[in-house]
Nanobody, 115 residues
Framework: QVQLAESGGELVQPGGSLRLSCAAS???????MAWYRQAPGKERELVASISSSGNTKTYGDSVKGRFTISRDNDENTGYLQMNSLKPEDTAVYYC?????????WGPGTQVTVSS
């Protein structure tokens, strides 16, 4: 059972940047990794995903050009670099890893974009 822990969520002004981290308790090199977010009263949405090798990345339309997903399999850690943040990016951000039918979630980290 792999445990995940997100970190890096903070209060930031519009236009600012944050880097979220997702640290795993064990090896993640076989797993696809993704970041999701959920704002109050809204459904959880996929923000970005990255293949096990890191060669393939996808992004939700609302974050394309602003967010970058990456991973360091040697450190068992994934990252989400968020630039040009907007108030609508405010949400709890969750890290997810998956392989076949196995799926693991972190507890989330709060990102608040406000002036």
């Amino acid at each position: 059972q792999v445990q995940l822990a997100e970190s890096g969520g903070e209060l930031v002004q519009p236009g600012g940047s944050l880097r979220l981290s997702c640290a795993a308790s064990g090896s993640i090199f076989r797993f696809t990794m993704a970041w999701y977010r959920q704002a109050p009263g809204k459904e959880r949405e996929l923000v970005a995903s990255i293949s096990s090798s890191g060669n393939t990345k996808t992004y939700g339309d609302s974050v394309k050009g602003r967010f970058t997903i990456s991973r360091d399999n040697d450190e068992n850690t994934g990252y989400l670099q968020m630039n040009s943040l907007k108030p609508e990016d405010t949400a709890v951000y969750y890290c997810n890893i998956a392989l076949g039918r196995a799926s693991f979630w972190g507890p989330g980290t709060q990102v608040t974009v406000s002036s």
